[in-house]
């Protein structure tokens, strides 16, 4: 039996993984790509390929060698101008070039909705040095946000509250930084109510999108998400124009991960990822079809039926302590044991080869179908806290 497409998946973490699930599902033949041996979406693909995605030789051989219908991106630190050459031949790049060109870079996305759509955003200047940085936060004023302005899970973002802390901040966002721009945006920083991820499905029929979800990020990383968050119908309608606006400029089809902060009844875009988000991992259990399955029939032109929520659900992630080559999983029967009346538990364990402090080793989901988002994330935590990553007895 022939395959319905051919995926080539640049990337291979626990998002990629759970895409190749949906994608397989519908019939389709991936090759999943990464920096590293054994990632987890190589470990239920039906190839692997192992090289660096800042390999632009490398990128383009294996474009070349597997010939796909689909070219998915699921990382940020990709060389970006292969991807466009190949777009120009002719290969379908997910949702497009152009837009994994603007979203893997924070300060061409910051213009394309601030200076092309005029789109509401925090102040911000860009600096290449501590001395522009310096003059940046003296600009913008304290407190600020540092990030730079190619990263991912929060790598390298922080809080600068007084000037004395400017130095280790930019130290910190160097550290962080994938690929090789040595650049970072300083925002203004916005005292939000709270900040929300907007699912947005660009299909070929239409702009659809998934309930909001809310979450919390701890060093700048996501710790838990829920799903829906309550917002007025005003905000939502808001967010959803906002977003619109942003995912017809870039183009493509799939889904976009589309975060905004909310003040009141005010709605500021924030950031873009072009494909399924880490907070979006709560649709594992909330929904008729998680952000997977949509990602993969919004890129293979298959419908999408109405979208459902289930209950009020939430996810809680589960993170290493320790560097380690070699640990055990343990505590899963307790964890799968829901701690409140009426919920459901889920445990999605990520398989990574290795752990390192506050690497993301797995997810805790929970649905409260009669209940609420309080009770759904309490039940999350409960079970994410009894998931234990041991050295093997």
């Known amino acids: 039996m022939a395959a319905i497409a051919k995926i080539l998946l640049l990337g291979s973490g626990e998002l990629g993984r759970e895409f190749v699930i949906s994608a397989k599902r519908l019939g389709a033949h991936v090759i999943a790509c990464d920096s590293y041996a054994g990632a987890p979406a190589m470990q239920v693909a039906d190839e692997a390929e192992v090289f660096s995605m800042l390999d632009g030789a490398a990128l383009g051989a294996a474009i070349e060698r597997h010939r796909p219908d689909y070219i998915v991106p699921e990382i940020e630190a990709i060389r970006t101008e292969v991807l466009q050459d190949y777009e120009a031949r002719g290969f379908c790049v997910v949702p497009s070039a152009r837009a994994t060109l603007m979203t893997m870079n924070r300060d061409r996305i910051r213009e394309v909705a601030a200076a092309e759509l005029g789109l509401p955003t925090s102040r911000y200047r860009y600096a290449e040095s501590l001395a522009e940085m310096q003059e940046a936060v003296a600009a913008i004023g304290l407190p600020c946000v540092v990030k730079p302005v190619m990263s991912s899970s929060g790598k390298g973002q922080s809080i600068v509250r007084e000037a004395a802390a400017v130095p280790a901040a930019w130290d910190y966002a160097v550290a962080g930084m994938r690929g090789d721009r040595r650049r970072i945006i300083v925002e203004a920083f916005i005292p939000f109510d709270y900040e929300i991820t907007l699912l947005t499905i660009r299909t070929r029929t239409g702009v659809l999108f998934c309930d909001p979800i809310g979450h919390r990020q701890e060093r700048g990383d996501y710790q838990e998400s829920w799903q829906p968050a309550a917002m007025s119908a005003a905000a939502v309608a808001e967010a959803r124009r906002q977003a619109t606006a942003v995912v017809d400029n870039l ?11 909310v003040k009141g009844e005010e709605v500021i875009f924030s950031e873009l990822s072009p494909r399924p988000h880490d907070t979006g991992m709560v649709t594992l259990i909330s929904q008729n079809l998680t952000e997977f399955d949509l990602h993969a029939r919004a890129v293979l032109g298959l419908p999408i039926p109405t979208l459902t929520q289930l ?9 290493a302590e320790h560097d380690a080559d070699d640990f055990t999983v343990a505590g899963l029967d307790a964890a799968l044991s829901p701690s409140l009346p009426g919920v459901e538990i889920d445990v999605r364990i990520f398989n990574k080869p290795t752990t390192r402090p506050y690497r993301r080793m797995g997810v805790a989901l929970a649905l409260a179908r009669a209940g609420d988002t309080d009770t759904a994330r309490q039940a999350a935590r409960d079970a994410a806290a009894k998931v234990r990553l041991s050295p093997p007895a």
């Open 311 to 319: 209950g009020a659900a939430a996810s809680a992630v589960i993170l």
């Open 251 to 261: 183009g493509g089809y799939g889904l976009f991960g589309v975060e905004f902060f």
